[in-house]
């Protein structure tokens, strides 16, 4: 149990102005991405009711103030992305294809501002307790059923 959770920051070329992507479109360029760079990977990540995915996936900052679109993904099974990052390596960046137009990649950190990784050891052995204390540096929806619960609450 060495591995454990961990986020990665991904950011791609984006030439011109990107219009407001919705979370649906960011998703499916997200698995087709995966899909691109390990095909297994994103088989088993498209599966309809797979249930609970083991990633989440932000776009940060504004792509059409810096030309560049970068999203954080959270990993809670980096074992799964293990292949899929090592090919990133081996091929230079897997373009991202969103809607049309096909973004080439600039970077992949675990170490920049808002990566990181730790160990399960790590994670589960900090002190219990009942309450937990989140923040948000942006909106942030959660799943529930069929239903998505927007936070902070409008």
């Not at 297994?40 to 030309?67: K, S, V, Y």
């Not at 809670?76 to 899929?84: K, N, S, V, Y």
């Not at 294809?97 to 990566?115: D, T």
Request: hydrophobic share 40%; glycine share 10%.
């Amino acid at each position: 149990m060495s591995q454990g959770p961990y986020a990665v920051v991904v950011q791609f070329h984006s030439p011109s102005a990107l219009r407001d992507v919705t979370p649906e479109e960011l998703h499916a360029a997200f698995l087709g991405f995966v899909n691109r760079g390990d095909r297994a990977l994103g088989e088993l990540l498209h599966i309809p009711h797979l249930g609970q995915r083991p990633f989440t996936l932000h776009p940060l900052g504004n792509p059409a103030a810096t030309d560049k679109l970068t999203l954080r993904v959270s990993i809670l099974a980096p074992e799964l992305f293990l292949r899929f990052w090592e090919r990133w390596e081996g091929r230079g960046g897997i373009p991202l294809k969103l809607g049309r137009r096909f973004l080439e990649p600039v970077s992949l950190s675990a170490g920049a501002p808002w990566g990181g990784k730790c160990r399960w050891e790590e994670f589960f052995g900090t002190a219990s307790s009942k309450e937990v204390e989140l923040g948000f540096a942006t909106p942030t929806a959660f799943r529930a059923g069929d239903l998505d619960l927007p936070l902070p609450l409008p």
